[in-house]
Structure formats: C-alpha cells, structure tokens
C-alpha cells in the first residue's frame, strides 16, 4: 500500500507521468523494438504489458515501485492470474521500464524492486531411469517416431528449452566430423546466438528424422508437423509439442510429466556424471536464478526417488 504520508513514494523515487496515449505509442515501439525475441517471448511480454495500460488507464500510474506494487496485486486479486504468469508480466515490466530509460523517459527503473511471488516447486516422482526408458522405446521405423525421438532425446541430453528448438532452421544445424552443433537464439529481448554441442546420437537422431523430409531450405523450420506419414515443412507448435511429447511421457496416473521437465532430467544425468551445480548451471545457460533454483529443487526430489 502507498503511505498516506507519501502516496507517490516520490521521497524516494522519482516519478513520472506518461499521458494514457503517449504510453500506448511506446509499448508499440517496445514491441517493435523486440525483433530479436523469439515469438514466444513477444506475445507473454504483449499480454503482460497490455495489462500494465488497462491498469494504468484506470489508476493514478506515475511509474513508482508502489505503482508496480499495486500493479502485482491487482493482477493476482482482480485478475486472478497465476504466480507464474504474474511473474512473466512483471519481468516484462522490468524490461519495458528499461526500455524508457534508453528514451530518457526515466531516470531508474521502479520495478526492479517490485519481486514476483516465489514459485511453488512440483516434485517430480518419476525416476530417471524410466524416463531414459521411456525415450529409448520410442519406435523410429516411422516418420513421427523418428521425430520425436530426436526432439526429446535433444532435450534430456543436452538441455536445450521447447522454444529453442520449434524455432530453430535447418540452417542452424551445423555439422562438423560425427558431431553438430545447433545455433539457438537466446531467449528474452535481447539479440545474441548461443551454440549448442550435440552428443553424437542426439546429432544422428537429427539427422535421421531430416532424412524422411525432401531437402530443406536453410530457413526452414528443423522439426516440423507430421501429416500421415509423411513429414511437412510447417514449423511444430508449442501446443502441438506437447501434445505429441507428453504421450510419450506418459507414466500412469499423476506420473505423466511435462515436456519442460526434461530439463531437470538432463540436470539429473549431468550431475550424476560429476559435474558440479556452477558447470551445469554454465552448459544450460541459465541467466536467472528462479529457473535454476526450480530445476535443482526438483533435481534432489528425483535423486531421492532413485
């Protein structure tokens, strides 16, 4: 709550007002700014920043930490969104706040010290060896085996996220000797490529799933939908991932896990083959804390399952 005595919090933060149309104009030139992002990352930051203007529009919004305080708690009492989502939006926040710093529209950023709500932690209680299980079973004498496949062994293996993957081309998979690497784009708002070494039999899994396509075009999607038995060039959906994954991953009752979890497996693997926190936290590329804590927490749930 803003204090009677300083409603503004303007004693410790300098404010700002931005008229409701002028506001509006620069969340377009945000978005447009954000060419870099993935898909993704452009429409949860949209939706989140959409809501900032329809609070703003209602409420005396002069861009303080209090401001963006009343902001979080409207989004959990008046819209009833989830912690995650809340989170997402808030960080969206952050990053557009940044955004009219570089147009000198604000001096500091009041919502860096505006925290999101700690993420509740699922224990994960299928082992990792019945996830390898469940993947190595998999049969690759059709098309959309070999697809999935080669989209699952890539994540338990070397981690990288659902998104990195439906939007990766062709292009990206470069081949050298019996190993690849597959160029992903970082995810947030910022430009910049990460690479990423595929184990041999993640490559040849690949490959082979490339081998039931006619020839691709570089900026063509890597893995695409399945139509028959025939494999198309249309890019594979974030919801049709993972309807087609999880029916791989499915355990019995409440033990069919989402496709994101893969990652905490491929944690799991890596540290049971001796790699400390800070190299696996380094071979993932994790940028934030809350992502990593979420995995490593989930991590010793399936280590004490084994």
Known sequence: MRSKNNPAGTDKFPATKIPQRQLEGLVRQFGAAMQHATGTTRHVYGKGLDQLLAFAKVNSFRFTPDD??????????????????????????????????????????PAWSVHGTAQEFRTLNVKLTEVAAAIS???????????????????????????????????????????????????????????????VSVGEAVYNYLSTREPARAEEPLFGTIRGVKATKVRL???????????????????????????????????????????????????????????????KAIAETK
């Open 68 to 109: 963006f305080d009343e902001f979080r708690r409207w989004l959990f009492d008046q819209k009833k969104l989830s912690r995650n989502t809340v989170n997402v939006y808030l960080t969206a926040s952050r990053r557009f706040c940044e955004f009219l710093i570089e147009k000198r529209l604000l001096k500091k950023n």
């Open 137 to 199: 079973s998999i049969d690759r004498s059709t098309v959309i085996g070999k697809r999935d496949f080669a989209f699952l062994s890539a994540i338990f293996e070397c981690g990288p996220t659902i998104s990195e993957l439906i939007t990766a081309n062709v292009g990206d998979l470069r081949r050298f000797g019996n190993r690849a690497r597959l160029q992903v784009q970082r995810p947030g708002i910022h430009s910049g490529i990460d690479s990423i070494l595929l184990p």
């Open 237 to 299: 959906s974030f919801r049709g991932a993972r309807a087609a994954m999880q029916k791989r991953l499915n355990f019995g009752e409440r033990r069919r896990i989402r496709l994101d979890s893969l990652r905490t497996y491929c944690v799991v693997r890596l540290m049971s083959r001796g790699k400390s926190s800070d190299e696996v936290r380094d071979l993932m590329r994790f940028r934030s804390n809350m992502p990593f804590r979420k995995i490593m927490y989930n991590t």
